[in-house]
């Protein structure tokens, strides 16, 4: 049967800063190994191998900002379909079960542990003993929110696949209209911190999304970014490339140093985070205290705390 073939769209401009000085970094088509065998492997719902394999995928780099990302992306229609049949929850059940015990499943909760005790402190001089109010943007299931809220962060969420917004523990919404619509009251400068966890890698226009979420946050407020970090990453030849900058759904690349231009574009400073300490190990404890001895020396990673500026 001859199937429908994926639409996609171009991105002309950079990403970033607008520019149209924009460098091929490299290219290729679906079909061909490895990219083809990599896709091939992952778990799917349905298979997006019959629509896309006659496509083809161009990597780019932008000449004055250098920020890296795909300039052909699925069309917003089949980027719906990505996320609804391709990529199913079942299948990114099957995919993340490696991921699936219990010394993940601590850490995780470690982290959210980690980012909760800053932002807790970080917001203290901009809302004078009111209760911190997060924004957890493409939030999935709502882990964060639920962590923030058993230390009485009021936390809401926004996610765009409706399976995830109908659990009950915490507020989800489909978008910022949605959140703005459902509650009048949460709209312009309302949050004390936002956060962003492995989101900003997927969006067909992360600028603007940064730009909008720049108008929820009080000035002062604290966002979290977390995206893969790409550094180095020059075209798809190894597994690592393609969890890197999938061409389906990674489609922006985020080094340190690109991470913290978008982010001065949407109109956010870097900070430091400073060290919250979540453990009973005191190795841990000297291992932290050493990183932030050392922080200044240390490189930046991807996933960065920023200040509205
Ligand atoms: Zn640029």
């Known amino acids: ?156 969420g926004i996610d765009f696949a409706p399976d995830r917004r109908k659990q009950g523990q915490v507020s989800i919404f489909s978008g910022i209209e949605d959140l703005q619509n459902g509650t009048p009251n949460r709209g312009m400068g309302f949050f004390h911190a936002i956060t962003m966890f492995e989101v900003l890698e997927h969006l067909a226009d992360p600028l603007a999304v940064l730009q909008s979420l720049n108008d929820l946050i009080m000035p002062g407020g604290v966002l979290i970014l977390e995206t893969p970090d790409c550094t180095g990453v020059q075209g798809i030849q190894t597994i690592q490339d393609y969890r890197a900058i999938h061409p389906l759904s990674h489609i922006n690349s985020f080094t340190p140093k690109s991470l913290r231009t978008i982010a ?21 404890v000297i291992k932290t205290e050493a990183k932030r001895a050392l922080s200044k020396l240390l490189k930046p990673a991807t996933q960065q705390y920023f200040r509205k500026t």
């Open 264 to 284: 001065g574009y949407a109109g956010f400073s870097p900070i430091n985070c400073g060290v919250a300490q979540v453990t009973c190990d005191l190795a841990k």
């Open 1 to 156: 049967m001859q199937r429908e073939k994926a639409q996609f769209v171009e991105r002309a401009s950079c990403i970033t800063c607008g520019s149209a000085n924009i460098i091929q970094i490299a290219s290729g088509r679906f079909n061909d190994d490895p990219l083809r065998s990599f896709i091939e492997n992952d778990p799917w719902g349905e298979s997006p191998i019959p629509y896309i394999a006659d496509g083809h995928w161009v990597f780019v780099g932008c000449g004055d900002c250098t920020t890296r990302f795909h300039q052909r992306i699925l069309a917003p229609e089949w980027v719906q379909r990505c996320y609804s049949e391709w990529v199913t929850q079942e299948a990114m059940e099957k995919f993340l079960a490696p991921q699936n015990t219990p010394q993940t499943h601590f850490n995780k909760a470690r982290q959210h542990v980690s980012h909760v005790l800053r932002l807790e402190k970080l917001t203290r001089q901009i809302r004078e003993g009111d209760t911190v109010r997060v924004l957890d943007f493409g939030c999935g299931w709502g882990e964060f929110l639920v962590m923030c809220a058993r230390f009485g962060l009021n936390g809401y």
